[in-house]
């Protein structure tokens, strides 16, 4: 089980899990990498609780999205799933997002540069 990572740089991502059974509290702290405070952000990309042995509902895309804002999160998960090296995961998530946008034009408008940039993480 991991509950921390290194530092941490432009584009990396890595997927960490701590056991918080019995806990009260669970706080999710970040901390600077000891390089100074210029140009530092970050991003949970959906933190979520799932009980041992339960399926996780971000590793299995639903048979279609409702909404922008679900096409803009699965282009979001389609690339940090490329970047975790879960390439058909990272597909098929883009997938979804791609015929979100391509069934609704006018909704999808705003999505249209985010889905060419996520095709070129991906090498679609």
């Known amino acids: 089980m991991k509950d921390e990572t290194a530092v941490l ?3 990396q991502v ?3 899990s701590a056991d918080v059974s019995g806990a009260k509290e669970v706080v999710l702290r970040l901390l600077n990498g000891g390089d100074g405070d210029n140009c530092d952000w970050s991003a949970w990309g959906f933190p979520r609780f799932v009980e041992a042995g339960a ?3 971000l590793e299995a895309p ?3 999205l409702e909404s ?3 096409a803009n999160a ?3 998960l389609a690339e940090v799933h490329w970047r975790l090296d879960h390439k058909d995961l990272a597909r098929r998530w883009f997938d979804k997002a791609a015929a979100w946008i391509d069934k609704h034009p006018p909704e999808a408008e705003k999505l249209r540069a985010y889905r060419a940039e996520a095709a070129k993480a991906l090498g679609k």
């Open 55 to 57: 399926e996780d509902p």
């Open 62 to 64: 639903p048979a279609e």
């Open 9 to 11: 740089r432009y584009g």
């Open 14 to 16: 890595e997927q960490i």
């Open 74 to 76: 699965a282009l979001l």
């Open 68 to 70: 922008a804002t679900h």
